[in-house]
């Protein structure tokens, strides 16, 4: 149980371009799901925090309006980078939990490739 | 949330058993010390989790002193299959809704 899936799992796109990624909980509802990225070599960063219905939560220094997140449903958060450049290229990691459970389960993670 | 601290990297043989330490001085009384388990281009796995004494599962052990200011990770018997970076979270239970900031983490590597 607690399984969660990511999709893509990697993705290569032009600089300007749009990316979204998906974040589904595929045996639970997720009420919380949480962005990370990761660059090589490094831990992961906390970009924000989602609830089912309401706006995301963005961590200081993290570009809201580069960084769309939504979490329409209780399954399902996805995030867009828009306007992708080089440096967004990373690893984009999902979490999920349910009600105030503090454990998170993750996802497999997506590489992005911007060109 | 308390800042918590690891080796960078660890070298092991095979069936060693792997202990890391993680320190986390600020530990808060409602905290609680979780183990992560990252493989390359792969989301973190979730090993243990304890708040005092000894916590063990059929993965791993861990410690955690009287004092709460450190805990070990302790991995029986490693294989290749346990090269991976370990992640030690110290946190409250529904904290600022269940945020986890990882550090960077206990880079393992188990040769032949």
């Known amino acids: 149980g607690a399984v969660v899936s990511q999709h893509p799992s990697r993705v290569i796109c032009k600089s300007g371009t749009s990316v979204k990624i998906e974040c589904r909980s595929l045996?639970?509802?997720?009420?919380?799901m949480f962005w990370y990225r990761q660059f090589p070599k490094q831990s992961l960063m906390l970009m924000a925090t989602?609830?089912?219905?309401?706006?995301?939560?963005?961590e200081q220094g993290v570009e809201k309006d580069k960084f769309l997140i939504n979490h329409a449903s209780l399954t399902l958060s996805t995030l867009t980078v828009t306007s992708a450049h080089p440096e967004d290229s990373s690893f984009y990691i999902c979490?999920?939990?349910?009600?105030?459970?503090?454990?998170?389960?993750f996802g497999p993670g997506t590489r992005l490739t911007v060109t | 949330l308390a800042k918590t601290t690891q080796p960078i990297s660890m070298d092991s043989y095979e069936g060693q058993e792997v202990n890391i330490t993680c320190s986390h001085n600020?530990?808060?009384?409602?905290?609680?010390i979780t183990w992560y388990q990252q493989f390359p281009s792969q989301g973190p796995r979730f090993i243990i989790q304890?708040?005092?004494t000894k916590v063990t599962n059929e993965v791993a052990s861990l410690f955690i002193p009287a004092d709460r200011k450190s805990s070990t990770l302790s991995l029986p018997r490693v294989s290749l299959s346990d090269t991976a970076v370990y992640y030690c979270l110290v946190g409250r239970r529904n904290n600022q809704g269940g945020k986890l900031i990882f550090g960077q983490g206990t880079e393992l590597s188990v040769k032949p």
């Open positions: 304890g708040y005092k």
């Open positions: 600020n530990i808060a009384t409602n905290d609680y």
């Open positions: 989602s609830n089912e219905g309401s706006k995301a939560t963005y």
């Open positions: 045996d639970f509802q997720a009420t919380t």
């Open positions: 979490s999920a939990r349910f009600g105030t459970s503090y454990e998170q389960y």
